[in-house]
């Protein structure tokens, strides 16, 4: 962000979720961004999984 520099990281590695600043998901061929709970959630499973 400093840089003003944007990156797209597409992955099935879900260890990135905690370092985005928007996340989105791919479902049934339909793309949307997690927000709230949801993305709370996504990130809480993805930490889990590391420890």
Same mark, same amino acid.
Request: hydrophobic share 35%; proline share 0%.
């Given at each position: ?20 600043? #928007? ?15 949801? #993305?709370?959630?996504?990130? #809480?499973?993805?930490?889990? #999984?590391?420890?």
């Amino acid at each position: 962000q400093e840089m003003g520099k944007t990156i797209f990281a597409i992955s099935h590695d879900d260890h990135y979720f905690i370092h985005a600043d #928007r996340l989105l998901e791919m479902r049934n061929g339909q793309l949307s961004e997690l927000t709230g709970e949801e #993305r709370d959630a996504a990130s #809480r499973d993805a930490v889990a #999984r590391t420890a």
